[in-house]
């Protein structure tokens, strides 16, 4: 049986990673990928070999923490054996390092693609600019990268329809608010029921749960109407206290790259199961305290429909262009 080992960082996986894979399997009976971890990589090692397996499910794949010089083949080949059981019959590479490095551990070295003919591509490409190395990236990782905006506010303030509009715009998808098709599903009379956890944690969980999936399908840029953010503000809008299991999701979860707060002043459309018409001006209030308080980056967007599409649009396209970091302040474009 024919070993092989690929040893690399793939910080993050492209297609010019699964290329070399796809010949490693398709030239050995067995095949190990070992992914290299440091602290100072961005993405997360366990991460980074999901997106491989995924990708990848007949091949091995393992994490090992990364102490080694980039350039010290001696060293690399006491590491691959040492992670190997110290049998390794071929190793593949699209580095000048192969040959060296196959020679130490005393195995053939099949080179593949190191003009990147093929694939045109690489990691310090896709971490500088994700969005031009898109076509190159898998859907997992398409995810990962994506710059997710997510529209918040009151009761009937145009969440929905902005949304739409900015999915349209950008040519991409959207994320729908769950606890609205919770509620027509689910809740029999909503001006008598009484909310609990049990209610919103189902509604944060499901929430989450479809964002993620939609990612992985989006145009470069994710709209969503909510999230589990905003879910723990609802919460406390109707059970009246803060659920610390709710806002720890949200925490958890990979920061938005922006969020859109809705104008409280919109003309307030009764649909048969709205019923803060009367507080809509105290719910904007705690949404933009909350931003305030978990250091969320955010704009308030007013006027006239087009004018709010403009104004979302203009943030959108300084983020995409230049990226921002999570200030926790309201930004002015």
């Given at each position: 049986?024919?070993?092989?080992?690929?040893?690399?960082?793939f910080?993050?996986?492209h297609?010019?990673?699964?290329?070399?894979?796809?010949?490693?399997?398709?030239?050995?009976?067995?095949?190990?990928?070992?992914?290299?971890?440091?602290?100072?990589?961005?993405?997360?090692?366990?991460?980074?070999?999901?997106?491989?397996?995924?990708?990848?499910p007949?091949?091995?794949?393992?994490?090992?923490r990364?102490?080694?010089?980039?350039?010290?083949?001696?060293c690399?080949?006491?590491?691959?054996?040492?992670?190997?059981?110290?049998?390794?019959?071929?190793?593949?590479?699209?580095?000048?390092?192969?040959?060296?490095?196959?020679?130490?551990?005393?195995?053939?070295?099949?080179?593949?693609?190191?003009?990147?003919k093929?694939?045109?591509?690489?990691?310090?490409?896709?971490?500088?600019?994700?969005?031009?190395?898109?076509?190159?990236?898998?859907?997992?990782?398409?995810?990962?990268?994506?710059?997710?905006?997510?529209?918040?506010?009151?009761?009937?303030?145009?969440?929905?329809?902005?949304?739409?509009?900015?999915?349209?715009?950008?040519?991409?998808?959207?994320?729908?608010?769950?606890?609205?098709?919770?509620?027509?599903?689910?809740?029999?009379?909503?001006?008598?029921?009484?909310?609990?956890?049990?209610?919103?944690?189902?509604?944060?969980?499901?929430?989450?749960?479809?964002?993620?999936?939609?990612?992985?399908?989006?145009?470069?840029?994710?709209?969503?109407?909510?999230?589990?953010?905003?879910?723990?503000?609802?919460?406390?809008r109707?059970?009246?206290?803060?659920?610390?299991?709710?806002?720890?999701?949200?925490?958890?979860?990979?920061?938005?790259?922006?969020?859109?707060?809705?104008?409280?002043?919109?003309?307030?459309?009764?649909?048969?199961?709205?019923?803060?018409?009367?507080?809509?001006?105290?719910?904007?209030?705690?949404?933009?305290?909350?931003?305030?308080?978990?250091?969320?980056?955010?704009?308030?967007?007013?006027?006239?429909?087009?004018?709010?599409?403009?104004?979302?649009?203009?943030?959108?396209?300084?983020l995409?262009?230049?990226?921002?970091?999570?200030?926790?302040?309201?930004?002015?474009?």
């Amino acid at each position: 049986m024919k070993r092989g080992l690929i040893v690399g960082k793939f910080l993050p996986p492209h297609a010019g990673h699964h290329f070399l894979i796809d010949t490693g399997a398709a030239h050995c009976d067995e095949l190990t990928v070992l992914v290299c971890d440091r602290p100072e990589y961005t993405i997360p090692a366990k991460l980074r070999a999901q997106w491989l397996r995924a990708a990848h499910p007949n091949v091995i794949v393992r994490v090992i923490r990364d102490k080694t010089d980039d350039n010290d083949s001696e060293c690399w080949a006491k590491e691959a054996l040492r992670h190997m059981d110290g049998r390794i019959d071929v190793v593949f590479t699209s580095e000048a390092y192969g040959d060296p490095w196959a020679k130490a551990i005393g195995c053939e070295h099949y080179l593949v693609d190191i003009d990147r003919k093929a694939y045109p591509i690489s990691g310090t490409q896709v971490r500088q600019d994700p969005f031009a190395a898109w076509p190159y990236l898998q859907p997992e990782v398409r995810a990962y990268f994506a710059l997710r905006v997510c529209i918040v506010g009151a009761e009937s303030t145009g969440k929905t329809t902005l949304s739409k509009d900015l999915a349209k715009h950008y040519q991409t998808n959207w994320v729908p608010e769950y606890g609205r098709q919770y509620t027509e599903e689910s809740v029999k009379d909503v001006w008598t029921h009484v909310w609990t956890d049990t209610d919103f944690n189902k509604i944060a969980t499901m929430q989450n749960k479809i964002e993620d999936a939609a990612a992985a399908q989006a145009n470069k840029v994710l709209i969503c109407d909510t999230d589990v953010f905003a879910t723990s503000i609802w919460y406390k809008r109707y059970v009246g206290v803060r659920s610390s299991k709710i806002e720890a999701m949200a925490a958890a979860r990979r920061p938005m790259g922006l969020y859109i707060v809705s104008d409280p002043l919109t003309p307030f459309d009764q649909d048969g199961i709205r019923d803060g018409e009367h507080i809509r001006g105290w719910m904007h209030t705690e949404f933009l305290r909350a931003l305030e308080l978990w250091g969320k980056d955010y704009i308030c967007v007013t006027g006239t429909r087009q004018q709010r599409i403009a104004q979302a649009t203009k943030a959108i396209d300084a983020l995409i262009a230049t990226g921002t970091g999570i200030s926790g302040k309201e930004l002015q474009f």
